[in-house]
């Protein structure tokens, strides 16, 4: 077989090699054998060789330039996107794409997915309330707790500048409870927002790498609240209000378990 | 019933590259990522189990761009060389950024047709079958598009705004 023309000269059992046959070729959609076939049909044609070479390294090329884009970080604003939270205003993206807040639970929003999909949607400018609270925080540990990459912006080898940075942006001073006698160690933080005020949250991990989240946020409306539990989903959350202060603790926990660890975070808060 | 919302996370990489490819710009494809997300998150329901989760995120993404591109007010303006400046940037390692550079500014001379067949087929892998329900098209037509996006691709290589073919070795 020297020099056949596209589709002509093939044993008469065989399909003709045409485009169709070449584009499966080079996207490795062929069998081994026709797969064989073509490549030694291309070996007889050393122009559409050239043409198939030309073709591959278009691929390649796309690959290399685009590939890198898939291995950033996800946006916060696209993980909470997916998570079910809707953004009140068009303009966020670039602004949370800038910035370091986290913009995408403002609004009042902050439920699950498979809640928004039962409610109408918030309302805009709707105060925080420890009910959000729990919500916002809710949905912030689903989001992050499952991050292999980037689960915390700051990490915990930095616990200084952490607690410092967050305390300045909330406007409040935080504390990082310490919970190594319940197995977990501090991972880190990172900034978001509740409402339309900033919040912080903190990521601890046992040594299963099972994670819980502790979510604050100031200016709750209800100044003053008993600790309360919201189960979405799989995710618990004990959530209260302090002095105007909101705290939430969430975590793929028992009940049982995450009270017993919300009130030893609850005792190390009290000055 | 799952609810597909629960794994929409997994697929955002991929919805990202294939925006930035298609659109150019790194703000204007998060936006067409996000407004793909909400949209996927607020039609939960229509989802078919059958289907791939990923092939009806990209169906969504491309009917909003297709909209979007309807308006002409929204219609980004593609600058071949800066997109591919932009785009490139960093990545630029062991490969020939200008290499990369040109083959992304060839992408922005195809056809809006010819660039999404061939980024969905040669970047995201889909197989041909998917792309045509992806599009809304005849595989036939998938096919040919995706024969002319790759000889567009050639001829640009050789001399359009890339000089020479891209060698990504």
Redesign the interface.
């Known amino acids: 077989m020297t020099n056949t023309p596209p589709g002509g000269g093939a044993p008469p059992t065989s399909p003709p090699i045409d485009?169709?046959m070449?584009?499966?070729y080079?996207?490795g959609?062929l069998d081994a054998p026709s797969r064989a076939r073509v490549a030694q049909w291309l070996e007889a044609n050393p122009e559409e060789a050239a043409?198939i070479a030309?073709?591959q390294?278009?691929?390649?090329?796309?690959?290399?330039?685009?590939?890198?884009?898939?291995?950033?970080p996800?946006?916060a604003?696209?993980?909470m996107?997916?998570?079910?939270s809707?953004?009140p205003h068009r303009s966020w993206?670039?602004q949370a794409?800038a910035a370091v807040a986290l913009l995408a639970l403002g609004g009042g929003a902050g439920f699950g997915?498979?809640e928004?999909?039962r409610t109408a949607p918030p309302q805009e400018h709707v105060a925080l309330d420890a009910v959000h609270l729990a919500g916002n925080a809710a949905v912030a540990h689903r989001?992050f707790a499952?991050e292999v990459r980037h689960p915390v912006e700051v990490g915990a080898e930095q616990q200084a500048h952490l607690v410092q940075w967050l305390s300045r942006r909330l406007g409040t001073k935080l504390v990082a409870p310490r919970l190594e006698a319940q197995g977990y160690r501090l991972v880190g933080g990172r900034l978001l927002s509740a409402g339309e005020g900033p919040a912080a949250q903190l990521m601890y991990e046992n040594r299963e790498g099972k994670r819980i989240t502790a979510f604050v946020a100031n200016g709750v409306a209800d100044g003053q609240t008993a600790f309360q539990f919201r189960q979405q989903g799989d995710v618990a959350t004990f959530y209260w209000v302090d002095n105007g202060t909101g705290y939430a603790l969430s975590g793929e926990l028992s009940r049982e378990a995450l009270l017993e660890i919300s009130r030893i975070v609850y005792s190390q808060l009290q000055p | 019933m799952t609810?597909p919302?629960?794994r929409?996370?997994e697929h955002?990489?991929?919805l990202?590259?294939y925006a930035?490819?298609l659109v150019g710009e790194?703000?204007l494809a998060?936006?067409l990522?996000?407004d793909c997300?909400?949209r996927?998150?607020?039609r939960?329901?229509q989802w078919r189990q059958t289907g791939s989760l990923r092939g009806w995120l990209f169906t969504i993404m491309h009917n909003i761009n297709a909209n979007q591109r309807r308006s002409a007010a929204r219609a980004p303006a593609w600058d071949p060389i800066e997109r591919a400046e932009n785009?490139?940037g960093q990545?630029g390692q062991q490969?020939d950024r200008i290499?990369?550079q040109e083959?992304?500014a060839a992408?922005a001379l195809l056809t809006a047709e010819q660039r999404q067949v061939?980024?969905l087929?040669?970047?995201e892998?889909l197989?041909?079958e998917e792309v045509a329900q992806v599009l809304g098209v005849p595989i036939g037509t998938v096919?040919?598009r995706?024969?002319r996006a790759?000889?567009r691709?050639?001829e640009l290589?050789r001399s359009g705004p890339g000089r020479a073919?891209?060698?990504?070795k």
Do not use: K
């Open positions: 485009d169709d070449l584009n499966a080079v996207d959609r043409r030309d073709w390294e278009t691929g390649e090329a796309l690959r290399a330039a685009f590939d890198p884009v898939a291995a950033e996800v946006p604003a696209l993980a996107a997916a998570a079910g809707p953004r993206l670039r794409a997915a498979a928004l999909l989001v499952v | 609810d919302t629960s929409l996370h955002i990489p991929a990202r590259r930035r490819a790194a703000a998060d936006d990522v996000q997300l909400e996927a998150v607020s939960a329901h785009t490139v990545n490969i290499a990369l083959a992304v992408l061939l980024l087929v040669a970047l892998g197989r041909y096919m040919s995706l024969s790759r000889d691709m050639r290589g073919l891209w060698r990504v």
